[in-house]
């Protein structure tokens, strides 16, 4: 028997992030150089990564050439991430309606875009047994396999903004939209589950031409729910617009038998002719 553990992590966290052309554009310090060395952050960029791992082969000889193979493997893996997007420490009033719609007055007033994925990850379990031997002639194996996995993706987008439906509609006063208490984002989980149950069988017909046949039997099942969390314009809508609160499952699900058929012929021990035939 074999058997491994695994674990490896990543962090990241930096304030280093410099945008010299916003800088320039906006006439703050720095701004037109690339290589400067201080950056102006409303919120710290950090990075995280952490992924564990484990597996089990175990093997058992039986009499006749027989061997039982047993593999269990099972990985985790874990994601977060948090950057400021602009790299602009202090909220600025930018002249969106006069650039847009040639209308005087600034449209917007903004603070630090702040694009967060707290909670990536998957966790995954999978089994597999085979069961093989050989004589002269005949080659064969056996084997069944199970696989799962839960997976989930989620992401906010914090962008406050003070938006003057005055100057653009001409009323209905400032409103706060895309802040700390509505932000932009989406939420998806997902399951994944596979079967499998297969078989090899290959002949030598002569010391040069061999035969193969196998089939395959699998079974899969994938099921998957997203809710739509931005209520704004629509930025982060993978559902579609006017999705707004809904949570979306689906699932799909196949039943499916492939084969193979291979003819090899070695006229030389240089040289191999393959032929094969599959679904």
Known sequence: PSAYWMHSD???TSGRFHNPSLAALLGLPGGGDPFADTTSANTISTEEAEIYGANLRIEH???????LTSITDYRTWEYSFQQDLDAVGFNLPIDLGDAFFGLPGSLVTYGAPVFAQPDIGSDSFSQEFRLSGSTDAIDWFLGA??????VNENAFLTWPMLFDADVLLGGGGVVSIMDDAMPAGYDITGDNTSIGLYGDVTFSVTDQIDLTGGVRWTQDEKDYCASNLDPSFGYLQVLGPDTYGEVICDSADSDEVTYRIVGDYRPNEALLLARQCRT
């Open 10 to 12: 990543f962090k990241s």
């Open 145 to 150: 396999s199970y696989f799962s996995e839960e």
């Open 61 to 67: 000889d039986f009499a006749n050439d027989i061997t």
